[in-house]
């Protein structure tokens, strides 16, 4: 059962926010306090610019630095942390969406003085359509923001969650003097303290002892005695398994600049989060334990350089072992493959490895066989669901401008959908191809590269769509009868699947309204249950 021991010490998880709460500093913490770097400031370099919307290149450049960042892995008391990092660009919300995919559960940074912001309700969505265990750090409480209680009420009702606090801050801003740690019934005291790790937790054997009054003076802790009674009364006593099951987030509050709460937080979270889970695939269930190798791509990068057309395909181990110079099955392409150069991914090194176990990232250099979602398993022949699209928000046709170069054009932009850049609808009559995208950004992408990687020849014209739905229904005459009628407004995705295009919010809820038979899906998650 040695691999039993392997699948039980891995923690892989995301870190979700939206930009600016402090994403990237908390990661850079939790690398600190693992030790997988020495200084701060390594992971900054990963950062997307916020502002740099329209400097591309940067922002791609800086996307290729984030290849060796995609996946951060340290141990910390006898855990295997695996970190898979989420672009902070809404634009690149597509991404993360899919990453979430790879994960067994989430933390979620939120700042206490902008509370919950729209990133984040979008993110959440997709945690609580999967049911992903979710912990909540508030972030900031050494600057002033929303008092704890009107903080915990706004994740209660706009992320439609529960909550449950397991550290509760005493003060705020400039009167912020640490955390009392609810679950281990302690206090830390706080120290602005940016570089060094250092913390003082002082053990107190009941809140009524008068310590804590000379530890942070009468007011604060009369007013600490009374919040926690508070708390008591009206939060339900922390389960794990309604953590588990998703029904519950835990709460931390601290401070990720000054190091403060981050301990409490990390040992926290290798106490009470899961090792990885079993995934669903369109045949059964697998489950980690299970003797033969599966797993599933859910990102991958392609390399700028066009002197290096790989790519890496990074693919999430379900279950067995994986193991270098293997022979495995592709399920998709009906083809065995093997591979010689499988990277793991350690802060900001790369490195070959000869072995990875469920939880585990491996990065495969792929040269044009890897789609995101596809597939490799022992031999059995399944493949895993749920790596969801979205509707896009901006929709553009593309339109081929040199005849002589359609074989490139089409071949770029089949690529560029392979990798995920955005999604390709096709319109007939005529095999028009409308790309979608979450943001602008990615149009500049897209045409940059298919000029300069595949030497097409294009342009994109603006498309009026509100919204791509795909479309089902349990009465097939009924969906032939609706194609029929909004034969102009129908298009195909990737896969085949049936989009409805909506031009307005309106025209979708008219649409909803004249075809009751018809279910209109903004994501393509309904493809978990569904077959074609
Ligand atoms: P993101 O990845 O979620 O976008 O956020 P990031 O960590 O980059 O943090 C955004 C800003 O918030 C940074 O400041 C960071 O230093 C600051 N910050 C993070 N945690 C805390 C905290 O606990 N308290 C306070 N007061 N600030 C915090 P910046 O000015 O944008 O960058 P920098 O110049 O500090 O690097």
Redesign the pocket.
């Given at each position: 059962m040695r691999d039993q021991v392997q699948i039980e010490k891995r923690r892989t998880f995301g870190i979700i926010?939206h930009?600016?709460?402090?994403?990237?500093?908390l990661t850079e913490k939790l690398l600190l306090f693992g030790g997988a770097i020495q200084t701060a400031g390594a992971v900054?370099n990963n950062?997307i610019k916020k502002t740099a919307t329209s400097d591309f290149m940067e922002i791609e450049k800086q996307r290729g630095i984030s290849v060796a960042t995609s996946v951060m892995a340290f141990q910390y008391k006898n855990k295997q942390i695996n970190i898979l990092d989420t672009p902070?660009h809404k634009d690149f919300a597509e991404d993360t969406f899919r990453t979430l995919t790879a994960v067994d559960s989430v933390i979620l940074?939120i700042d206490c003085a902008n509370g919950v912001e729209e990133q984040t309700k979008r993110l959440m969505e997709v945690c609580r359509m999967r049911k992903t265990p979710v912990i909540v750090f508030i972030?900031?409480m050494?600057?002033d923001g929303k008092e704890a209680f009107d903080l915990l009420d706004e994740l209660e009702q706009t992320l439609a969650i529960k909550v449950r606090p397991l550290t509760w801050p005493i003060g705020m801003g400039d009167r912020f003097q640490g955390v009392y740690n609810i679950y281990q019934q302690s206090l830390n005291l706080f120290s602005a303290n940016k570089t060094k790790i250092e913390s003082k937790v002082l053990e107190i054997a009941s809140l009524d002892d008068q310590e804590l009054d000379a530890y942070i003076g009468d007011k604060a802790a009369n007013e600490l005695r009374e919040e926690l009674e508070i708390v008591e009364n009206v939060y339900d006593p922390f389960q794990r398994s309604d953590y588990l099951s998703g029904d519950i987030a835990p709460v931390f509050f601290g401070?990720?600049?000054?190091n403060f709460g981050v301990q409490e937080l990390l040992d926290t979270f290798c106490e009470i989060s899961p090792s990885p889970i079993g995934r669903d695939t369109d045949v059964r269930r697998v489950e980690p334990n299970e003797e033969g190798f599966s797993g599933f791509v859910f990102k991958i990068h392609a390399n700028l350089d066009p002197k290096h057309r790989d790519r890496i395909a990074f693919l999430r181990v379900v279950s067995g072992k994986f193991e270098r110079n293997t022979f495995y099955y592709h399920v998709r392409l009906d083809k065995k493959l093997k591979f010689s150069n499988p990277t793991s991914f350690l802060a900001q090194d790369k490195s070959i490895i000869d072995e990875a176990y469920p939880g585990d990232v491996v990065g495969l250099y792929d040269t044009g066989n890897f789609k995101i979602g596809d597939t490799l398993s022992s031999g059995e022949k399944f493949s895993y669901k749920g790596i969801p699209s979205f509707s896009p928000e901006i929709f553009q046709e593309l339109e081929n401008l040199d005849p002589m170069k359609s074989k490139q054009l089409e071949k770029g932009i089949r690529q560029l959908i392979d990798e995920g850049v955005a999604q390709l609808f096709i319109q007939q009559p005529g095999n028009r191809k409308i790309v979608g995208t979450v943001g602008q950004l990615q149009f500049e992408v897209i045409n940059y590269r298919l000029i300069h990687e595949y030497g097409a020849n294009c342009r994109f014209v603006h498309r009026n769509f509100f919204k791509a739905c795909w479309v089902t229904s349990e009465k097939p005459d009924k969906l032939i009868a609706f194609q029929r009628a909004k034969s102009n407004s129908m298009a195909s995705d990737k896969d085949g699947y049936l989009i409805f295009l909506a031009e307005t919010p309106f025209l979708l809820s008219m649409a909803e309204q004249d075809y009751p038979d018809i279910t209109f899906h903004q994501t393509s998650e309904f493809m978990l249950s569904a077959k074609k």
């Open positions: 926010s930009p600016d709460a402090g994403k990237t500093t900054k950062k902070g940074v972030n900031k050494d600057r401070s990720a600049v000054n």
